[in-house]
C-alpha cells in the first residue's frame, strides 16, 4: 500500500456540500478517508507530547501529563478496537508491554525523538531522520506491521472561555523511513476540561477509519 498525501489531505477537509448539509440541519454524509488502513497491519504509536496553548487554565486542572497521555492512548486503543481493529492492528498499550518484554531490543515508545513530526506538515512526502527512523524500525520488528499511526502531539487550544483539543497525527512507512501523511484533527469544543475530551478525540480519530462494530 502506498498512500497519496494529495488525496487523503483533501479528503479531510469538509467539501461545500458536507458544509451545507450540515447548515441545513441534514446530517452530513459519514466519510472515513482513512479506511484503507484497516486493511493493513498497523503500529498505533503512544502520543508523545501534551501541550496547553490557551488562555483558560486547563494546564492546572490536567493530571500530569504522561498519566494524562496513557490515558489518551487507552482511549484511543479502546475506539479502535470497537472499530474491530484490534486483530490487525498492535495497539500502543500492547506496544509499551511487549517492549518491557524485550528490554534492550527497542526503544521506549513513549520517549521517542519525535520532534521532526511534532508540527510538521508539508507538502509532500519526506524522509525520516534519525535517530527517529531507527528507532521505529526496531518497533515494528516487534509486530507484523510495516505502517504506523503515529498520534505524535495532544495539544488545547483556546479563547474566549471556550477550547478544545488538536490532535497531530502522522502516517508513516516505517519500513521506508518515509512519512505519508500528517495533519491535525480537531475535538470537541468545551468550557472546562474533563475526561471525555480524551474520548471525544480518540473517538474521531477511529472515525476516520472505521464504523463501530456493532
Known amino acids: 500500500m502506498k498512500l497519496a498525501l494529495t488525496t487523503i489531505a483533501a479528503m479531510l477537509c469538509a467539501s461545500p456540500l458536507i458544509a451545507q448539509a450540515t447548515r441545513d440541519g441534514t446530517p452530513?454524509?459519514?466519510q472515513r478517508p482513512l479506511e484503507r488502513l484497516a486493511a493493513e497491519q498497523m503500529l498505533v504509536l503512544p502520543v508523545q507530547y501534551l501541550t496547553f496553548a490557551d488562555s483558560l487554565g486547563w494546564s492546572q486542572q490536567a493530571p500530569p501529563s504522561r498519566t494524562y497521555l496513557n490515558t489518551v492512548d487507552d482511549e484511543i486503543a479502546f475506539a479502535l478496537t470497537q472499530r474491530g481493529l484490534k486483530r490487525h492492528w498492535t495497539m500502543a498499550p500492547?506496544?509499551?508491554?511487549?517492549?518491557?518484554r524485550n528490554q534492550g531490543y527497542a526503544p521506549d515508545p513513549r520517549s521517542l525523538a519525535a520532534e521532526e513530526v511534532r508540527k510538521a506538515q508539508k507538502s509532500s512526502e519526506w524522509q525520516l531522520r534519525e535517530p527517529l527512523a531507527s528507532e521505529l524500525?526496531?518497533?515494528?520488528?516487534?509486530?507484523?506491521?510495516r505502517y504506523v499511526l503515529f498520534p505524535v502531539e495532544m495539544r488545547f487550544v483556546g479563547s474566549k472561555?471556550?477550547?478544545h483539543a488538536m490532535l497531530h497525527l502522522v502516517i508513516i512507512?516505517?519500513?521506508r523511513s518515509q512519512v505519508q501523511w500528517s495533519g491535525d484533527l480537531a475535538g470537541m469544543e468545551a468550557t472546562k476540561f474533563s475526561p471525555a475530551i480524551a474520548a471525544d478525540i480518540a473517538s474521531?480519530?477511529?472515525d476516520l477509519i472505521a464504523s463501530p462494530v456493532n
Open 28 to 30: 452530513p454524509p459519514q
Open 94 to 100: 500492547d506496544l509499551i508491554k511487549s517492549v518491557a
Open 137 to 145: 524500525r526496531s518497533l515494528i520488528a516487534l509486530t507484523d506491521a
Open 161 to 163: 472561555g471556550v477550547g
Open 173 to 175: 512507512d516505517a519500513r
Open 204 to 206: 474521531r480519530l477511529a
